[in-house]
C-alpha cells in the first residue's frame, strides 16, 4: 500500500499548477479591466485639445533590423491657456501611437484628450477608441499560458486523483 503522500503528490502539483494558472488569469483580467476604467473616465470628462506628438523610436538589430515606438510626448494648450508637455501614460501596459504624417523632427499631428483638473495625465484621443478586446490583444501571451496552466492543471488534478482504496472484507 502506497503512503498518502505519495497517492496525493500527483495530485497536489496538479491542484498547484491549476491555482497558479487562475491567479495569473486574475491578475490579467484585473488590469485589463483597470485598463478599461481608465479610458472611460477619459471618455467621461476629458477635453480635446489639438497637439503635436514626438515619437522616439528604439531600433534593435537581430535577424533584421525591428524598431519600436518607445516614448511619445505630447505638447499641446490646455483651456486655461497654459503649455503643456508630457509624455504619454501607458495604459495597460502599453503606448498608443498616434499615426499621421510625420515631420522632420518626428511630430505628429493629433488631438490629446485630458482632464482640465490634471492636463498632465493626457492621452492621444486615438487611444480612446481601444476596448476590453484591444486591451486583451496586449496581454495575449500571458491569457494564453494563464488558459493552458488552468486547464492542463484541472485535466492533471482530475487524472492525478488517487483511486478510493477498496473495502476490507472480513475474514
Known amino acids: 500500500m502506497k503512503s498518502a503522500l505519495r497517492r496525493w503528490w500527483p495530485t497536489a ?3 498547484t499548477v491549476t491555482l497558479v494558472g ?3 488569469l486574475v491578475s490579467q483580467v484585473k488590469q485589463i479591466w483597470d485598463g478599461r476604467g481608465e479610458l472611460a473616465a477619459l471618455r ?3 477635453l480635446h485639445a489639438r497637439a ?8 534593435s538589430t ?3 533590423t525591428t524598431c519600436e515606438t518607445s516614448s ?10 497654459d503649455p503643456v508637455s508630457v509624455p504619454e501614460a501607458p495604459i495597460d501596459g502599453s503606448l498608443y501611437v498616434p499615426r499621421g504624417h510625420r515631420d522632420d523632427e518626428g511630430r505628429v499631428a493629433t488631438t490629446v484628450v485630458y482632464d482640465r483638473a490634471d492636463p498632465y495625465d493626457a492621452q492621444p484621443a486615438g487611444a480612446l477608441a481601444q476596448g476590453p ?3 486583451a490583444a496586449h496581454h495575449w501571451l500571458a491569457l494564453t499560458l494563464a488558459l493552458a496552466l488552468l486547464g492542463g492543471g484541472t485535466a492533471g488534478a482530475i487524472a492525478a486523483w488517487p ?3 477498496a473495502p476490507r472484507r472480513p475474514a
Do not use: I, K, N
Open 13 to 15: 502539483a496538479a491542484v
Open 22 to 24: 487562475a491567479l495569473l
Open 44 to 46: 467621461a470628462h476629458g
Open 52 to 59: 503635436q506628438a514626438t515619437l522616439s523610436t528604439t531600433c
Open 62 to 64: 537581430g535577424r533584421g
Open 72 to 81: 511619445v510626448w505630447l505638447d499641446f494648450t490646455d483651456a486655461a491657456g
Open 133 to 135: 478586446l484591444d486591451l
Open 163 to 165: 483511486p478510493r482504496p
